[in-house]
């Protein structure tokens, strides 16, 4: 079973519309002992950094996520993903929760429009299981911040002014994604059914 984390900053039906397309059995849940039971956990996100860090932290849940990702499949989608870093300067210096190296700010101005909203193509920087069965395949932003980060915990880009970090990871458990794969066709379907297949391989 797949737990998608419910903390109230989340895009969390869609998500699940996503795992239910794909057959895979799900979720939505903010109890401990759900996170714990669970095979994988996936923490959506949209909206403002540090209010969604205040409502994870609200949620009690902060710890358990920090040991489950440890020694389960774990997925952070568009504002999940930024939350997996150390900290975030969106609008305030705010702590995230440090399962990833680097940090979340304003995408620079290079002239184009913010926010980054539409579809890229990913440019793969490093291996990544959630690439299985992948080509040049483009998904779906939408996002005024965007992370930096060390190049070996970097797997996927996309070109908008420079390298905006799409896909990340800590090399084990965590994983990812700036993008919406549950809104990104086939391509995103494909990442999330990858991510569901890690369950008992690691």
Not at 26 to 52: H, N
Not at 70 to 88: A, D
Not at 96 to 116: C, Q
Request: proline share 5%.
């Amino acid at each position: 079973m797949i737990a998608i984390i419910d903390y109230g900053a989340g895009n969390i039906f869609s998500v699940k519309n996503a795992l239910d397309y794909l057959g895979l059995e799900s979720k939505l849940t903010s109890e401990k002992s759900d996170l714990e039971a669970a095979d994988a956990l996936i923490l959506p996100g949209v909206g403002a950094f540090p209010a969604a860090w205040r409502k994870l932290c609200e949620s009690g849940l902060v710890d358990t996520i920090k040991a489950q990702s440890q020694v389960k499949p774990f997925m952070g989608i568009c504002l999940g993903m930024q939350l997996l870093f150390e900290k975030s300067f969106e609008f305030e210096e705010c702590e995230g929760l440090g399962l990833v190296k680097g940090y979340v700010d304003k995408i620079p101005d290079t002239g184009l429009v913010i926010p980054h909203m539409g579809w890229n193509k990913l440019e793969y920087a490093n291996p990544c299981p959630l690439f299985e069965g992948l080509g040049d395949n483009f998904v779906y932003f939408v996002h005024s911040y965007q992370a930096f980060c060390p190049d070996g915990e970097l797997n996927a880009y996309v070109e908008y002014g420079g390298k905006v970090p799409a896909v990340v990871s800590d090399g084990k458990f965590v994983y990812g994604c700036q993008f919406h794969p549950e809104k990104s066709g086939k391509t995103g379907l494909k990442i999330l059914e990858n991510f569901a297949g890690l369950i008992g391989t690691r």
